[in-house]
């Protein structure tokens, strides 16, 4: 079965910095797709970027980019330019090339500091 | 574009009481989902439904039960609610066409109970 491990409880990062969310993923798949989803204090989740893992080129969303590496299992989000609407529970996400539920880690708590 | 809409939002009830939740979505997705969430737990899976009528248990199906007489709605019901059923649930659904394992999950609000 396919896990999904976020290392960080919680982290905070002062506005403007950047900061780096871990997540690592167990999977025999060669095929799938991984995402972040960011859930602020209202409780709706919003994705926030996705990958393909058949892609090599990491994905990028305005001031959010990941650094995916597939042979490590690692897909690690990063914040530039952090904006006290940042904060919220970060969820990293996992799906197989099948239409399967998504597996979700247990999220990171992200306090931006002004 | 209504989206994905959950109701109650807030439900208190009493360990014993049977309980539903709705989930409506507009879309005709496919696929729809129900996680709960729980502190230190993350979102966890309790069913999923692939097509209207075909339902299949996900990681914490124990005290619920499902259908999906309409593709649009996929209701859970605690049939005799229990205090370690308090959570915060949510709906999901996803379009589901051949290959799109990649497109987007879409999360209703969620719904707040509190089983005393």
């Known amino acids: 079965a396919q896990t999904v491990t976020q290392s960080q409880p919680e982290m905070s990062v002062q506005e403007a910095e950047t900061v780096t969310l871990s997540c690592t993923y167990d999977?025999?798949?060669?095929?799938?797709?991984l995402f972040w989803y960011k859930q602020p204090p209202s409780r709706q989740m919003i994705l926030v970027i996705r990958?393909?893992?058949?892609?090599?080129q990491n994905a990028t969303e305005n001031r959010f980019s990941v650094n995916f590496q597939k042979a490590a299992k690692s897909f690690s989000l990063k914040i530039s330019d952090s904006q006290l609407g940042d904060t919220a529970m970060y969820f990293c996400?996992?799906?197989?090339?099948?239409?399967?539920?998504?597996?979700f880690g247990k999220g990171t708590r992200l306090s931006v500091i002004a | 574009d209504a989206g994905i809409t959950q109701s109650p939002r807030y439900k208190i009830t009493e360990t014993g009481r049977q309980v539903t939740l709705m989930c409506h979505q507009t879309w005709s997705h496919s696929y729809m989902f129900w996680y709960r969430q729980d502190l230190g737990h993350g979102l966890r899976l309790i069913y999923y439904s692939a097509a209207a009528d075909i339902t299949d248990k996900g990681e914490v199906p124990d005290g619920y039960v499902v259908s999906r007489s309409k593709t649009e709605n996929f209701p859970l019901t605690l049939e005799s609610a229990t205090r370690s059923q308090t959570s915060v649930y949510f709906c999901?659904?996803?379009?589901?066409?051949?290959?799109?394992?990649?497109?987007?999950?879409?999360f209703g609000p969620g719904t707040r109970l509190l089983v005393l």
């Open positions: 990958q393909e893992a058949y892609k090599q």
């Open positions: 999901a659904s996803r379009r589901g066409t051949s290959g799109g394992a990649g497109e987007t999950q879409y």
């Open positions: 999977t025999s798949e060669n095929n799938y797709y």
């Open positions: 996400a996992f799906i197989d090339s099948g239409n399967t539920p998504l597996v």
